[in-house]
């Protein structure tokens, strides 16, 4: 209540990407994350015990990649009672993103226009961001962690695969439950292009063997494989992105990424801003993309679009066959309580 009707409103006359930063920077507080251990200690996490295989989840809710792009912010998440997490996107090496002002807010909607661009700052600083938070638990990432890797935007597209070998390689040590694979953003040029055809199967290929060169050089089991998509395919082109998948063994979908279709947000200002559109405007998108996996695809689905209740949370398990949903927007418009709202319903 608070942060809806006091914090936010006061944030949003702001920058959202030096809002960003500034909830970055706040969340990496030691008394902020010290408040966090006693708030989840003392009240506990939101509960909706899921299996996934033979991996157990607190909850089914997790946070999208996009917020934690270095690995800097898995701690808060963990400790705001998100049930798993991912990380990224990682690329190999530190890169600006496109120019700002790249993130704008579409607050009647509950929507958000970014051009981001995998802003990262790279491999070596991810790698180190996350060594620290395992080491304060035990050496292992306390709750399920994935770790969305991707490539350089100026690496050329038939290089793309070296970019997610390196990623890979370094960060499969850390055992995530899941390494993503990203070729759906809207924000680096001609990336999409790896949906399709033989650039897909190379990069689902490359993937796994380099996952398991990685298991082997590390010593660590074999973590699961998963691919990003597109809201913006066509009916046909989801059935033989998931065709290609299912003939390539990758375990688990996302969908969806952000949309580059904005004609439901034309009227609300900063709506014809390019980039990709996530939040409520989104879902109706991502719905239809989860119709076909419901009817196309045998493996994990992840839904990501437009979730911020808990009637959502239910809607997309029960009725589109989600085994996990991710969340970004939602948790940016409502704030910490976000995740007890969204599986508990409070």
């Known amino acids: ?45 939101p509960t909706m015990p899921t299996h996934v295989g033979e991996r157990y989840f607190l909850n089914p809710l997790g946070l999208a990649a996009g917020f934690d792009k ?17 990380i990224g996107t990682v690329v ?20 958000l226009i970014n051009r981001l661009g995998f802003n990262s700052e790279g491999l070596v600083a991810a790698s180190a961001y996350i060594d620290q938070f395992c080491s304060k638990y035990g050496g292992s990432f306390p709750f399920p962690v994935m770790i969305s890797i991707g490539k350089n935007k100026d690496t050329p597209l038939e290089l793309a695969t070296e970019d997610h070998d390196r990623c890979i390689q370094e960060l499969i ?22 949906l399709h055809g033989d650039y897909l199967r190379s990069v689902i290929r490359s993937g796994r063997t380099s996952m398991q060169m990685g298991c082997s050089l590390h010593s660590v089991d074999m973590p699961l494989l998963f691919l990003k998509s597109s809201p913006d395919m066509s009916r046909q082109g989801i059935v033989d992105f998931l065709e290609i998948c ?8 996302i969908g969806t990424n952000t949309t580059t279709d904005h004609t439901d947000v034309y009227e609300f200002k900063h709506g014809h801003q390019d980039g990709g559109l996530s939040g409520k405007p989104l879902m109706h998108k991502s719905l239809a993309f989860a119709e076909v996996v419901r009817e196309s695809w045998k493996g994990i689905f992840i839904y990501a679009g437009g979730i911020s209740t808990h009637d959502d949370l239910k809607d997309v398990r029960e ?7 991710q969340a970004y927007t939602g948790f940016v418009y409502e704030g910490p309580n976000f995740p007890a709202k969204v599986v508990e319903g409070k």
């Open 173 to 194: 040590r850390f055992k995530p439950f899941a390494v993503v694979i990203n070729v759906a953003s809207p924000n680096t040029p001609d990336l999409r292009d790896l």
């Open 1 to 45: 209540m608070i942060y809806r009707y006091l914090v936010f409103p006061a944030l949003s006359l702001l920058d959202p990407e030096f809002c960003h930063d500034l909830a970055r920077r706040f969340l990496k507080i030691f008394f902020v994350i010290y408040l966090l251990k006693m708030r989840k200690k003392f009240f506990g996490a």
């Open 246 to 253: 299912e003939q390539e063994g990758v375990d688990g979908i």
């Open 319 to 325: 009725n589109y066959g989600a085994d996990l949903v």
């Open 92 to 111: 190999p090496e530190p890169q600006a993103g496109n120019a700002r002002p790249r993130v704008f807010r579409l607050v009647k909607c509950k929507a």
């Open 70 to 86: 270095n690995g800097d912010l898995a701690e808060a998440a963990y400790l705001l009672g998100f049930g798993f997490h991912e």
